[in-house]
């Protein structure tokens, strides 16, 4: 097992209004939407890429009929519009590293907003390349802690399918996977029972930048208006928060 947990606080917990769950879902059906059409077709089961992304899906809590209307619109009334996948990297406040993943059908506009968030609310959005280097890609999977649950079995079946490494967290229990067994690791889990608040291909900080007070409100800033942008489907990057 390793030690510090960079997930958590790449994902900090906040409560989510209805409509914030709203615009998550719709980012996720997006989601499915291009795995559909470039991934291989409509069947997760010869679709690689799209069950993963329903597996992401269910942990944030989509409901299935959602998934299964997004999986049906790929072809149809989705069908004459064309994502692209866009990654822009900058600094945030402090000099935090910070990777924003998009899929957008206007690539001039998704530039111009990260790029003016960039500027209003951090230190600026750099070429590409300049902060990618400092994460990992990897498969991060957080099984929901239950009562009774043995820590060794839990690490025991994640390494048999090929998990990297775990973390022992009091509320969960944090499993990293090279990308390419994620989908191993994930369905030998969910065969054993085990319940994810959390299932997705991510980008790990290799190390991480303590910020606190005044600098941490800042890149929490930054943050919070990369992911409400309708475009960004994700935001890494390396602060470690003082709380």
């Not at 719709?26 to 291009?34: D, H, W, Y």
């Not at 866009?86 to 945030?92: D, L």
């Not at 998704?110 to 890609?137: E, P, Q, Y």
Request: hydrophobic share 40%.
């Amino acid at each position: 097992m390793s030690g510090h947990s960079k997930w958590a606080n790449i994902k900090r917990k906040k409560e989510k209004t209805d409509s914030q769950k709203g615009k998550i879902f719709t980012k996720l059906g997006r989601e499915i939407a291009v795995a559909v059409r470039e991934g291989g077709g409509s069947d997760p089961n010869n679709n690689s890429r799209l069950k993963d992304i329903i597996a992401k899906a269910k942990a944030a809590n989509m409901p299935n009929d959602n998934i299964q209307r997004s999986i049906k619109k790929a072809a149809g009334e989705m069908g004459n519009v064309t994502y692209e996948e866009v990654i822009y990297e900058g600094y945030a406040a402090g000099g935090v590293a910070v990777i924003v993943e998009v899929l957008t059908d206007n690539r001039n506009r998704s530039a111009s907003d990260i790029r003016h968030l960039f500027d209003k609310f951090g230190n600026g959005m750099g070429a590409t390349g300049c902060v990618g280097w400092m994460f990992d890609r990897k498969g991060v999977l957080v099984v929901d802690r239950k009562d009774g649950m043995d820590a060794d079995e839990v690490l025991m079946t994640a390494l048999d399918a090929g998990a990297e490494d775990m973390e022992e967290m009091e509320e969960a229990f944090e499993i990293t996977t090279d990308p390419a067994d994620f989908a191993a690791v994930r369905e030998a889990l969910e065969k054993a029972g085990y319940e994810f608040s959390s299932a997705e291909l991510a980008r790990i900080p290799q190390n991480t930048v303590e910020v606190a007070g005044d600098v941490q409100e800042k890149v929490e800033r930054l943050i919070d208006e990369l992911e409400d942008n309708d475009d960004v489907q994700e935001v890494y990057h390396n602060a470690d928060f003082a709380d």
